[in-house]
């Protein structure tokens, strides 16, 4: 089984839907990281958590928001979505013990909004 | 604040040649450096990391980074590429602007192997 698992890998949405998207890890680390992917533009950092209790926004935050249910799980909300949050959204681990390790990402979802 | 540039958005190569693509970053102490590669329809996975120590890294399928302090880079060079190297190759820098290392990643550069 993948180490970090993301739902849905693919969904389509209208304007003005909410959905979330979750992220699911079996690594036992404690930072955890949203990111979105557009063509040209690399990975801008959404939302990140260094525990269930520590949560900060990122580069790109407004129009998302994000829970960490437990140390394993971290969902990203799009509360009312609109088109050019079309993207590929991919979560991401780390070990929170120091700094020398490099992040574990899921698989992506690729999320689109007509 | 720091930042990655990577100046190569495509690369094409034929299959056998030697490869290398170019990373550069501002920030002023040495940050940890990283080249993460993306398959198509994957997620990202690591391909070699640099925190201090000797400046040339190896990594997997045969990748090496050079880490150079006085050009503030960090390119990465394959000697013979294969086909199934064609990819999306990311470099990452993290730094500590405040007590946290939060990564940044480049733009990317695509990679196209040519038979």
């Known amino acids: 089984d993948a180490d970090v698992t993301q739902t849905p890998r693919n969904r389509i949405t209208k304007t003005g839907k909410r959905i979330m998207l979750e992220c699911s890890q079996t690594?036992?680390?404690?930072?955890m990281y949203w990111y979105r992917q557009d063509p040209g533009l690399g990975l801008q950092l959404i939302y990140y958590?260094?525990?269930?209790?520590?949560?900060n926004k990122g580069e790109i935050s407004d129009g998302y928001s994000v829970s960490r249910q437990a140390q394993a799980k971290f969902s990203l909300s799009l509360e009312s979505a609109i088109p050019n949050q079309t993207a590929l959204y991919f979560c991401a681990t780390k070990p929170g013990t120091n700094n020398h390790y490099e992040q574990y990402f899921g698989p992506g979802t690729r999320l689109t909004v007509t | 604040a720091q930042s990655v540039t990577q100046p190569d958005i495509h690369i094409t190569v034929s299959e056998g040649a030697s490869l290398e693509l170019r990373c550069n970053y501002s920030?002023?102490?040495?940050?940890?450096l990283f080249w993460y590669v993306q398959s198509p329809g994957q997620g990202l996975q690591l391909l070699l990391k640099y925190f201090s120590g000797d400046t040339l890294v190896q990594g997997i399928k045969g990748f090496e980074a050079e880490f150079k302090r006085s050009q503030s880079s960090f390119n990465l060079r394959k000697p013979s590429v294969h086909w199934s190297d064609a990819a999306e190759y990311f470099c990452a820098v993290e730094s500590d602007p405040g007590g946290s290392y939060i990564p940044t990643f480049g733009r990317g550069t695509s990679l196209i192997v040519h038979p």
């Open positions: 958590s260094f525990d269930v209790k520590d949560i």
């Open positions: 920030y002023g102490a040495t940050p940890y």
């Open positions: 690594k036992g680390h404690d930072r």
